[in-house]
C-alpha cells in the first residue's frame, strides 16, 4: 500500500466514522452515546490525515474535537 493510498484509507475512515457518529446524535436513541466514540475515532483519523499532508489547520480543528468528543465520552458513560 502506497502512502497515497494509505492517505486516502485515513480520510475514507475519518469520514465514515463522522457520518455514523452524526448519525448515532442526531437520532437521540438509546445507543446515541456511542457516536462520540465514532466521533472520537474520525477526529484521531483526520488528525493523522492532516498531520501527513501537513495541514495545520486540519490537525488543529481535530484536536479541539478530540478535547470535545473526550468531554462528551466522560459526560456519558462516566
Known amino acids: 500500500m ?3 493510498s494509505m ?3 485515513w480520510g475514507w475512515i475519518g469520514t465514515i466514522t ?3 457518529g452524526a448519525l448515532f446524535v442526531a437520532l437521540n436513541f438509546e445507543y446515541s452515546k456511542f457516536g462520540y ?3 472520537m475515532i474520525s477526529a484521531i483519523t483526520w488528525t493523522i490525515q492532516g498531520a501527513k499532508n501537513k ?3 486540519l490537525v488543529f480543528l481535530n ?3 478530540i478535547c470535545v468528543n473526550g468531554l462528551g465520552i466522560y ?3 462516566f
Request: no cysteine; charged share 15%; hydrophobic share 45%.
Open 75 to 77: 459526560r456519558w458513560f
Open 7 to 9: 492517505n486516502n484509507v
Open 37 to 39: 466514540i465514532s466521533f
Open 55 to 57: 495541514d495545520k489547520s
Open 2 to 4: 502506497t502512502l497515497q
Open 63 to 65: 484536536s479541539v474535537f
Open 18 to 20: 463522522g457520518i455514523t
